[in-house]
């Protein structure tokens, strides 16, 4: 999983409090690292179309969060464990390696509005009398028997692929730390100071 942890040592802030604003500090430091996180999960959901292709709705819940509370102060930022499989690829530049014995490259096959061959779609091509899987002129796929005896490569097969590195998700995440924990974490504690009962 793709996992950033905030967390803070608020003995020196502590210190400047009197026993009521100490007794007060725990739940406002609980909330102003989960609305840090929330906003750091906002900041990269909206910022992942610019850096990917059409991300998939799918994709785009992988972005989770785990809250703080007032004996835990420390929150997350993380992506679930399916999401994280293919954005660890993009974000470091890893092999993509395939599921099964290659990956499936689009040539002449159509694309889902997200730009991916929609699911179930290489079964149905296996399924229809004009399209084959094979290996014509030392490029294997899925291929298409043209009415002028000519064929058509739908979908290539490739060997594991090195991507370029993206960097992403840890710099959306910690430039939104450091631009909003300050600011929250004051806002929280006034909050709390002013509705608590004394």
């Known amino acids: 999983m793709l996992t950033v942890?905030?967390?803070?040592?608020?003995?020196?802030?502590?210190?400047?409090?009197?026993?009521?604003?100490?007794?007060?500090?725990p739940y406002?430091?609980?909330?102003?690292?989960?609305?840090?996180?929330?906003?750091?999960?906002?900041?990269?959901?909206e910022g992942m179309p610019r850096v990917f292709d059409r991300p998939t709705p799918f994709t785009q819940r992988g972005i989770s969060i785990r809250s703080a509370t007032r004996n835990n102060l420390e929150?997350?930022?993380?992506?679930?464990?399916?999401?994280a499989s293919y954005l660890r690829i993009q974000e470091q530049g890893?092999?993509?390696?395939?599921?099964?014995?290659?990956?499936?490259?689009?040539?002449?096959?159509?694309?889902?509005?997200?730009?991916?061959?929609?699911?179930?779609?290489?079964?149905?091509?296996?399924?229809?009398?004009?399209?084959?899987v094979g290996t014509v002129r030392g490029i294997g796929g899925f291929w298409q028997r043209l009415p002028?005896?000519?064929?058509?490569?739908?979908?290539?097969?490739?060997?594991?692929?090195?991507?370029?590195?993206?960097p992403?998700?840890?710099?959306?995440?910690?430039?939104?730390l450091r631009r909003d924990f300050n600011r929250l974490m004051g806002d929280a504690l006034a909050e709390a100071l002013r509705t608590a009962r004394p």
């Open 28 to 45: 406002a430091a609980a909330r102003a690292l989960t609305a840090t996180v929330q906003g750091a999960r906002r900041e990269v959901q």
């Open 5 to 25: 942890s905030v967390s803070a040592d608020f003995e020196r802030l502590r210190l400047t409090l009197d026993d009521f604003g100490r007794r007060q500090l």
């Open 168 to 176: 992403f998700f840890f710099p959306a995440v910690e430039r939104s």
């Open 94 to 132: 890893l092999r993509r390696e395939p599921k099964r014995r290659a990956l499936v490259t689009p040539a002449a096959v159509r694309l889902n509005q997200y730009g991916n061959i929609p699911a179930r779609a290489l079964a149905r091509m296996k399924g229809r009398s004009d399209v084959f």
């Open 148 to 166: 002028d005896r000519g064929l058509r490569l739908l979908a290539r097969f490739e060997g594991p692929k090195k991507g370029a590195e993206r």
């Open 75 to 83: 929150a997350a930022v993380l992506v679930l464990p399916v999401q």
